[in-house]
């Protein structure tokens, strides 16, 4: 193994399709530099949500409104889905059947979609609860850092939709390769946002 095939900023296609491979060097490492400014964002959301995090005016705690169980289940979720696109992309690689990459990038936008409803099921807990983003500068910094994220999750199952499509009317050119070598980035991205979500905002406000 080369070493330019080691320092490749994506998913390695040289073995398979060798004119995509070199193509996507260049494109899919400019895709890097925006998710590195993505997790400035981040970076700052959970900054903001630090500071915030005593400022509960006497309201709902996050040890009041975190429940551990939904949250975990969520967890799975997501991270099953960064899972099944990893098949889709094993698939692609390797010259599937184009029916087996669109079977697991269906699975993956329904586990996505998933995620998004238990955590619009989980908001309407606490606003059942008055735990509300005006209530407080804690409750204001965490819708804050959990919608953009989830926010995120929508706008990547959309574009899982694009991608499904382009895949059924172009094919599995070099450009919807690289599109789909872009969105599994962006999509593992998001999980690890999440863990470190789930992990400094849930688990640590439960133990608070």
Not at 19 to 41: C, K, N, P
Not at 42 to 58: E, I, K, Q, R
Request: negative net charge.
């Amino acid at each position: 193994m080369s070493s330019s095939e080691v320092k490749h900023p994506a998913l390695n296609l040289c073995d398979s399709d060798e004119l995509t491979h070199g193509l996507a060097g260049s494109e899919v490492l400019g895709f890097w530099v925006f998710l590195m400014s993505d997790a400035v964002i981040f970076a700052l959301l959970f900054a903001t949500y630090g500071v915030m995090l005593p400022a509960t005016v006497g309201g709902p705690t996050p040890a009041s409104e975190y429940n551990i169980l939904p949250v975990f289940l969520e967890t799975l979720v997501l991270l099953t889905s960064s899972f099944t696109f990893g098949m889709a992309s094993v698939a692609m690689k390797h010259g599937a059947p184009r029916r087996q990459l669109l079977g697991w990038m269906g699975v993956t936008l329904v586990l996505g979609l998933a995620f998004l409803g238990m955590e619009l099921h989980e908001f309407a807990t606490m606003f059942g609860d008055n735990a509300y983003p005006t209530r407080s500068g804690y409750l204001s910094s965490f819708f804050a850092l959990v919608t953009t994220h989830g926010l995120h999750v929508f706008f990547g199952s959309l574009w899982i939709i694009v991608m499904m499509v382009q895949v059924m009317t172009f094919g599995l050119d070099a450009r919807v390769k690289i599109n789909i070598l872009r969105l599994g980035l962006f999509w593992h991205f998001l999980d690890i946002v999440w863990i470190a979500i789930f992990s400094v905002v849930y688990l640590q406000g439960l133990i608070r």
